[in-house]
T-cell receptor, first 119, second 114 residues
C-alpha cells in the first residue's frame, strides 16, 4: 500500500512570495489533515478535510493561507504572501474515515513533509 | 482545550539500556486516546504506540511500553533494550477519537550512544 505522498520535499522562497504544497493521501482515505510544525515544536493542525469538505480550519491564517481538496482526493495548501514566521515543516496526514468509536480506531498516516524556508 | 506537556527536551541512553520519556496532559474528557510518535531526521511521523483511556491495561509493542496513570493524567513511554535506530524526536499526542486532529507536545529528542 502506497503511503501519503507530498511534494516538494524542500522549498526556499523570499518573503512576500507565494508557495504551494501538494498532498496525495492513501487511496480511499476520506479524512485529510494539514499540520504545521515549527522548529522545536510539535505539529499543529492547520486544516482538516472530510472528503472535499472542510471540517476544521479554525487555526488556519486565512488572510494568507488557503487549502483545497478537489474531488476529495489530492489537496493543495497555498501561502500568499509568505512571512518569515511561516518557515516550518508542513505535514500532510490521512485516515480512513471520521469517528471510529471504541470498536475501531482509524490511525492517521503521515507523509514525509515539506520543509519551507522563508528568507 | 487539551494540552500536552513534555518536560524533557532531551534525553540520552546507552545502547541496550532502558529509558523513560515523560508526558502529562490536561483534558476534561473521560474517553480519549494517547499516542507516542517517533520522528526521525527524515521527518516521517511514525506511530510507536497507542493507549485507549478506557482500557486500564498499559499498552505494549515489543520493546516499547507505556505507564498510563489516568488520575494523574500521566503517560510515559519506556523503551527497553535501546537501539541506535531508536534515536529520534518522540512526540506525545492526544485526541478524543478517530477523525479528530492530534494535539502534540513539544517533543523529546532521544540520543542513543554506543
Amino acid at each position: 500500500e502506497a503511503g501519503v505522498a507530498q511534494s516538494p520535499r524542500y522549498k526556499i522562497i523570499e518573503k512576500r512570495q507565494s508557495v504551494a504544497f501538494w498532498c496525495n493521501p492513501i487511496s480511499g482515505h476520506a479524512t485529510l489533515y494539514w499540520y504545521q510544525q515549527i522548529l522545536g515544536q510539535g505539529p499543529k493542525l492547520l486544516i482538516q478535510f472530510q472528503n472535499n469538505g472542510v471540517v476544521d480550519d479554525s487555526q488556519l491564517p486565512k488572510d494568507r493561507f488557503s487549502a483545497e481538496r478537489l474531488k476529495g482526493v489530492d489537496s493543495t495548501l497555498k501561502i500568499q504572501p509568505a512571512k518569515l514566521e511561516d518557515s516550518a515543516v508542513y505535514l500532510c496526514a490521512s485516515s480512513p474515515k471520521l469517528a471510529g468509536g471504541r470498536s475501531s480506531y482509524n490511525e492517521q498516516f503521515f507523509g514525509p513533509g515539506t520543509r519551507l524556508t522563508v528568507l | 482545550a487539551q494540552t500536552v506537556t513534555q518536560s524533557q527536551p532531551e534525553m540520552s541512553v546507552q545502547e541496550a539500556e532502558t529509558v523513560t520519556l515523560s508526558c502529562t496532559y490536561d483534558t476534561s474528557e473521560s474517553d480519549y486516546y494517547l499516542f507516542w510518535y517517533k520522528q526521525p531526521p527524515s521527518r516521517q511521523m511514525i506511530l510507536v504506540i497507542r493507549q485507549e483511556a478506557y482500557k486500564q491495561q498499559n499498552a505494549t509493542e515489543n520493546r516499547f511500553s507505556v505507564n498510563f496513570q489516568k488520575a494523574a493524567k500521566s503517560f510515559s513511554l519506556k523503551i527497553s533494550d535501546s537501539q541506535l535506530g531508536d534515536a529520534a524526536m518522540y512526540f506525545c499526542a492526544y485526541n478524543i477519537d478517530s477523525g479528530y486532529a492530534l494535539n502534540f507536545g513539544k517533543g523529546t529528542s532521544l540520543l542513543v550512544t554506543p
